[in-house]
């Protein structure tokens, strides 16, 4: 198979990039220990009722959601992130085999993915493929969802993967790239990652006046957005991400 457009390749390393996008089969090696904080508890919670009604197509949404939020909770060990991006992903599998219509299982699964490639020390290039079929999928469905979502994570996969034939055929697409944080943000204009996700893509595309643009509409929404105030714990990271580009663009004039 050949690419119709002109594809720049990239290392594969360019993998661990994916973890911005914008996910086990038991728990941590060494056994149970005491819940850390109130989200592992409500964990420990959802998925004992897992345990005992393995089918519950809404414990297993809040079960994936759970764990994604703990892969980003401050202070982990990596090795913690990465079991709870795998045990993210094998609940959004479950929900995709027990109804196949829920936006949540496709958007949880790409999002997973991408945690997992970003946290592994061997990303395994097939996943790249898996994530975007989800992210597809997801869009599908309804591309609003998580103030969009949906769209966000398939403009930082294409921004970001490594070009065809290793990444998707979209990757490195400047029209499809914009087309979607454009989308992504009239659907959730509120959201702050979306502003910094298209901010990271046109400071890269060296339209740094534009950039600043996002970055102060980032800066604007930063107390009011519906994501960051549910988890506020994603708050210093997004939080890291605009500093880091603020002191990357030049400053005006």
Not at 69 to 94: F, I, K, N, T
Request: aromatic share 6%; glycine share 8%.
């Amino acid at each position: 198979m050949t690419r119709a457009r002109g594809a720049r390749r990239a290392p594969l390393s360019a993998l661990v990039a994916l973890g911005a996008l914008v996910a086990l089969q038991g728990c941590a090696a060494g056994g149970p220990r005491p819940p850390a904080n109130d989200d592992e508890r409500r964990l420990f919670e959802e998925e004992a009722g897992i345990s005992r009604s393995p089918d519950d197509v809404e414990l297993r949404i809040a079960a994936s959601r759970r764990c994604l939020m703990l892969v980003d909770w401050p202070g982990s060990e990596r090795s913690d992130r990465l079991q709870y991006a795998e045990r993210a992903l094998l609940h959004a599998d479950a929900v995709v085999r027990l109804d196949g219509d829920r936006v949540e299982g496709h958007f949880y699964r790409a999002v997973s993915l991408g945690r997992i490639l970003e946290l592994s020390r061997f990303p395994n290039p097939a996943q790249i493929g898996q994530l975007e079929a989800a992210g597809l999928r997801a869009r599908e469905l309804d591309p609003g969802f998580s103030a969009g979502g949906p769209l966000r994570l398939l403009a930082m996969l294409y921004h970001r993967a490594p070009a065809w034939p290793i990444g998707p055929e979209d990757a490195g697409e400047d029209e499809v790239i914009e087309g979607l944080f454009l989308e992504a943000i009239r659907l959730g204009p509120r959201c702050v990652e979306n502003r910094v996700g298209y901010a990271e893509y046109l400071r890269d595309r060296s339209r740094e006046e534009d950039a600043r643009a996002q970055v102060r509409a980032a800066r604007e929404h930063f107390d009011a957005d519906p994501l960051l105030v549910a988890s506020p714990h994603e708050r210093p990271a997004l939080a890291q991400r605009l500093e880091a580009l603020e002191r990357k663009l030049t400053p005006p004039g």
